[in-house]
Structures are given as C-alpha cells and as structure tokens.
C-alpha cells in the first residue's frame, strides 16, 4: 500500500516539505457512502 500510495502522491505533485499539491486540480474529489464501521439507524 505504501508504494501504492507514493506513486499516487507523485502522480498529483505532492511536495512532501511543504506538504502542499502543485496543481489541486489534479485531485478528484470523493464521495463517501454507507455507514463504514459505525452502524446505521
């Protein structure tokens, strides 16, 4: 997962100093669905 993740964060132009994107366009916002591990009611 490690390398997984590092390449993602190659492939946006993630600056690890400044932890900052060169371009945040590059990353798609996501939408989350379902309960996860909390239970739903």
Known sequence: MDAGLALHL???G???RTETL???GKV???SMSG?????CS
């Open 14 to 16: 993630f600056d690890t």
């Open 10 to 12: 190659k492939d946006v």
């Open 28 to 30: 798609r916002p996501a």
């Open 22 to 24: 060169a371009d945040p």
């Open 35 to 39: 309960c996860g591990s909390v239970s």
